[in-house]
C-alpha cells in the first residue's frame, strides 16, 4: 500500500520557520513526482510546488518562491518542505503527493487521482 504521511505542522510567529515532512511507505519517492498543496480554513486547496524525479528541479508559486524550498532525502524516502519567512496567509493544512505519470503543470501536480497523498499537517502563523 502506497503511503505518504506528513508532519512538521504547528503554530509560528509571522516571519518564523517550519520544516514539513512527507514520508513515503510502500514505493520509493525517487521514482515519483511529488507535488505540495494547501488548504486555508474556508478556501479551495491550492498548489504551490511541483518537484521532478532526480535533479531535475523544482517549481514554485510566486506566492511561496524565495521563501519554500523542497528536497528531497531518498536514502529516508522523505520530502522536505523548508518554510521561512512565514507569513499570515501561510495558514492552512498542508499536503504532499505522489505521482509516477501526472506532470507537474506549472508549479501545479496535474489534477487527478494521485497514487498516494497524505492526511495533512495543519500550519497556524499567527501573532
Known amino acids: 500500500q502506497l503511503q505518504l504521511v506528513e508532519s512538521g505542522g504547528g503554530v509560528v510567529q509571522p516571519g518564523g520557520s517550519l520544516r514539513l515532512s512527507c514520508a513515503a511507505s510502500g514505493f520509493s519517492l525517487d521514482d515519483y513526482i511529488i507535488g505540495w498543496f494547501r488548504q486555508a480554513p474556508g478556501k479551495e486547496r491550492e498548489a504551490f510546488l511541483c518537484?521532478?524525479?532526480?535533479?531535475?528541479?523544482?517549481n514554485y508559486a510566486d506566492s511561496v518562491k524565495g521563501r519554500f524550498t523542497a528536497s528531497r532525502n531518498d536514502a529516508k524516502n522523505t520530502v522536505y518542505l523548508q518554510m521561512n519567512n512565514l507569513k499570515s496567509e501561510d495558514t492552512g493544512t498542508y499536503y504532499c503527493?505522489?505521482?509516477?505519470?501526472?506532470?507537474?503543470?506549472?508549479?501545479?501536480?496535474?489534477?487527478?487521482?494521485?497514487?498516494?497523498r497524505g492526511q495533512g499537517t495543519q500550519v497556524i502563523v499567527s501573532s
Open positions: 518537484m521532478y524525479t532526480g535533479d531535475l528541479g523544482t
Open positions: 503527493a505522489a505521482d509516477k505519470y501526472y506532470a507537474c503543470a506549472g508549479y501545479a501536480l496535474e489534477d487527478g487521482n494521485y497514487d498516494a
